[in-house]
């Protein structure tokens, strides 16, 4: 997996307009989905802008999900979780998720798990794209249907090993399982 790649080629607000399309077409078999970008939520102590909210219902209940993006080129931080867990506390969501161009400290993943947050590193397409070949990659034959960006689900194994799992229009388990559906 190449994940020294250089960030994608966005500008931050594309990026977000991008995470929020990605969950929509992800989750586009749930009750009443509705994502939205830039959204103000009154909090406890204030108003919060977050990046892309997602709201739902399932099981006959409804969820609020806080996604931050973060277009960056060193790895998310322990403190960025941190935040947003705050964030998550504060405005009486349920679950929150940090989409990011970069990798994830292991700080970071290790507070993610404890508290329930996904951590999902987006990367162009073509990443998902293996071959048996030896040598030089190969861009994706038009056949494959590549979509532009994917992302790979961060996460702890039980033995404390750091995994990552594809999740993209086709491949949404990993995002269903974080939100139990």
């Not at 594309?14 to 077409?25: D, G, P, R, S, T």
């Not at 292991?106 to 987006?122: F, K």
């Not at 190969?138 to 994917?150: C, D, G, H, L, Q």
Request: charged share 25%.
């Amino acid at each position: 997996m190449p994940w020294n790649e250089d960030p994608i080629e966005l500008i931050p607000k594309q990026f977000e307009y991008e995470v929020k399309a990605i969950l929509e077409k992800a989750n586009a078999n749930l009750k009443e989905f509705e994502a939205k970008h830039l959204e103000k939520l009154q909090g406890a102590e204030g108003v919060y802008e977050i990046d892309v909210t997602a709201r739902f219902e399932a099981l006959g209940a409804e969820y609020l999900t806080l996604i931050e993006c973060k277009h960056q080129r060193n790895p998310i931080k322990r403190e960025v979780v941190q935040i947003l867990y705050d964030k998550i506390r504060a405005t009486g969501a349920h679950k929150g998720m940090i989409f990011a161009t970069t990798t994830f400290q292991r700080g970071a993943i290790e507070y993610a798990s404890a508290h329930g947050i996904a951590l999902v590193r987006i990367m162009e397409g073509k990443t998902s794209y293996e071959t048996k070949a030896f040598g030089i990659s190969t861009e994706p034959p038009p056949w494959a249907n590549i979509p532009p960006y994917v992302g790979y689900f961060t996460s702890l194994t039980n033995e404390g090993n750091i995994q990552h799992t594809l999740v993209s229009v086709r491949y949404s388990d990993a995002l269903n399982d974080f939100l139990g559906l």
